[in-house]
């Protein structure tokens, strides 16, 4: 049987969507935008109710502790291969029929999750899940595609933080839906709002115009993903950079849980998931970063971003004599996470708008793998050194993090590859 035929990479150059957005001055209604930013951070959050459900999980399926940590496991690897193999298909398929599609079959896997009688088959069901929550992402690259050039980088943004939001707030929902009614419900709501979700974009967001060009097998399109990365030093620096921020983020979510659930504090988990909350604030900070962005203020936003991260260690390290400096911690770290991660796609959809797509897939990865290694840090980090020193861990990849973008942005004065001609 053949390979189906997708396309390569033309030269450079605008698609016709954005051409005809360049010479019309079109912007995508601010309505339509948010529609975008709910759906994706719907479709994201799906890879992340389970984390507070674990213990009622394994306790209705007869799954060890020790073995139960799979559930999240196995979404988050998931939503890698989603990454690597459904994303790029954005650069082939018309965008809207591959969201719908998506969308479909993330509704037909929820249900599939909230049914399964097994945990063999609930393991499966949830694996499918990650692989289709990688739909957020190729809204992200619509929803730029849409855009006029004047109003990308809002449009991002506003998308962008219904991700994060959507992220934040998933342990809240699925805590309080699964105390309410029991683990099940949690994937029964989501499918019912991810199905209304798809009806919804496949009746208001518009199609792309047709994109012309030559044609590449899909083992190709997959490949080139990677070979990007050899092509586009903007995608290096930007890629570099998202690990780097998402390791610090995820080194800050991940055991706070601990310090808060111990003495002298003693909270439950509903009080915890209520910390998602302070992050959700400073995700708000997304559209803000996208305006500055559309200004030529790139530059600026990426500095004062990652000066946020950084300073909000020294807050977080104050939480043993209140709870309050963690709150305000989380919005900081969150407010300079997504003026970064905002700006760096920004950046990306000025480069090979042909490829739009693809250059998210990688991107992304980069994102999943620093989530991965904050994630593993932290936990062996606090375990070592207890708060202190998850604090000490968080600022030093901060201090990294801003070390290598001076370090990039110097390496490249005077030249465009990596987009620092636009972000200044």
Known sequence: ?????????????????????????????PAVAWLFSVASGLAVANVYYAQPLL????????????????????????????????????????RRVLITAQLGLSVAA????????????????????????????????????????????RVVGTVTSGIVIGILLARTVAGTIGDLAGWRAVYVVSAVA????????ATVVPAEPRRRSER?????????????????????????????????????????VLPLAAPPFNLSHTEIGLFGLAGAAGALGAGYAGRQADRGRARRTLAVGLTAMLVSWPLAALLPHSVWWLVLAMV????????????NQHLLYLVRPDARSRLTAGYMLFYSIGSALGAILSTV??????????????????LLALAFWWAAERAATGRDADGSAVSR
């Open 55 to 94: 213990d009622l999980i394994a306790d209705d399926l007869g799954i060890g502790r020790a073995t139960v940590g799979l559930v999240g496991g196995l979404t988050q690897v998931g939503y890698a291969v989603g990454l690597v193999l459904l994303v790029p298909l954005g650069d082939h398929l018309d």
């Open 381 to 398: 980090t606090y375990e070592r050194g207890g708060w202190t020193a998850v604090c000490g861990l968080g600022g030093g990849v901060s």
């Open 110 to 153: 929820l249900a599939a999750v909230a049914g399964a009688p097994s945990a063999l088959l609930m393991l499966l069901a949830m694996a499918a899940v990650g692989v289709l929550a990688v739909v957020a992402q190729v809204m992200v690259a619509h929803a730029a595609s849409l855009a006029g050039p004047a109003d990308r980088g």
């Open 1 to 29: 049987m053949p390979s189906p035929v997708v396309p390569s990479d033309p030269a450079p150059a605008e698609t016709a969507a954005t051409t005809a957005a360049t010479a019309t001055g079109r912007r995508l209604p």
């Open 216 to 256: 590449l097998r899909y083992p190709r399109l997959v490949g080139s993903v990677f070979t990007l990365f050899a092509e586009e030093p903007v995608l290096r620096v930007r890629a570099g950079l998202a690990l780097l921020v998402f390791t610090a983020v995820t080194v800050l979510l991940t055991p706070m």
């Open 332 to 343: 900081v770290i969150d407010y300079g996470l997504q003026s970064v991660h905002v700006v």
């Open 194 to 201: 991810t199905g209304a979700m798809a009806v919804v974009l």
